[in-house]
């Protein structure tokens, strides 16, 4: 059972308050929605939880372990994995060899990591592009192939940066259906998205940010209704596009 505590996150940029003293706690088996809009602090706080940058002020807690400003390889180790809004992939490699890289995290052996790869890249539906190259992919397929590089990291906590965008409908139920999955698996997910239809019918729960600010958090029905949110974010045409 995986628990992540945050308390207070604030990360500051000179006189730019990114993340505002943001707190929230997330367990196994949850996925929870990470709005907000453009600008709002959301990629700020994934960094602040993962270590890529260091917080002005507050805590993370991990499993009751204080992991404030660790480095990004510690986390990782700990079992927290994220992908990038903007994919860092190794594009002069193949999509296995990508893979490859999360995979060695856990399996210093190659035959085991390469085994460990190849059942990430199936779980996203892309071991059949195994020996493609990674800069020939489409964008998407990029953020699918970070989506299996994460997950061959074997993580407890998966953080996902617009992971969806730019998928079509098809694809966006492919994946929601990998999230679900991999939430009865027991992951703790964070899932940052503006694809409202594909997000909010598999969260249990929502955060809304807003100028660095959680301007609101509940279970989806709840926070689309809050006309703070409507008003920050999601306008008023929102509850009638999307069905839960
Ligand atoms: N490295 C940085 N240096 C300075 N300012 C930054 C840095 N990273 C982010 N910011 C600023 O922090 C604020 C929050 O940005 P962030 O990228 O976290 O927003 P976001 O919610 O992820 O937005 P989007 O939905 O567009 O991805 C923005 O005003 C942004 O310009
Ligand atoms: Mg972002």
């Not at 367990?27 to 706080?45: Q, V």
């Not at 539906?125 to 590089?149: C, D, F, I, S, Y």
Request: with cysteine; glycine share 8%.
């Amino acid at each position: 059972m995986a628990k992540l505590v945050v308390s207070g996150v604030t990360k500051r940029f000179g006189g730019l308050v990114a993340v505002n003293n943001v707190s929230f706690s997330l367990e196994s088996g949850r996925i929870l929605a990470l709005i907000g809009p453009n600008g709002a602090g959301k990629t700020t706080l994934f960094n602040c939880l993962t270590g890529f940058y260091k917080v002005n002020a507050g805590t993370v807690e991990y499993n009751g372990t204080n992991i404030t400003n660790w480095t990004p390889n510690r986390i990782a180790v700990l079992g927290i994995s994220r992908t990038f809004q903007v994919v860092q992939i190794l594009q002069g490699m193949t999509v296995l060899e990508n893979v490859l890289v999360g995979a060695y995290l856990r399996n210093a052996n190659t035959v085991a990591a390469t085994d460990k790869a190849i059942e990430a890249l199936e779980r996203v539906g892309m071991a059949h592009q195994a020996h493609e190259l990674a800069a020939n992919l489409t964008l998407p397929a990029k953020k699918r192939l970070e989506v299996a590089m994460s997950l061959a990291t074997e993580p407890k906590v998966l953080m996902l940066d617009e992971s969806m965008a730019g998928l079509t409908p098809t694809e966006i139920a492919n994946a929601t259906q990998l999230l679900k999955q991999l939430r009865s698996e027991g992951l703790a997910l964070i899932v940052v998205e503006h694809v409202m239809e594909a997000v909010m019918p598999i969260a249990d729960s929502v955060i809304v940010l807003d100028s660095g600010t959680k301007i609101a958090e509940g279970s989806p029905r709840d926070v689309v209704s809050n006309p703070r949110v409507i008003s920050a974010y999601l306008g008023d045409k929102y509850a009638e596009r999307v069905q839960y």
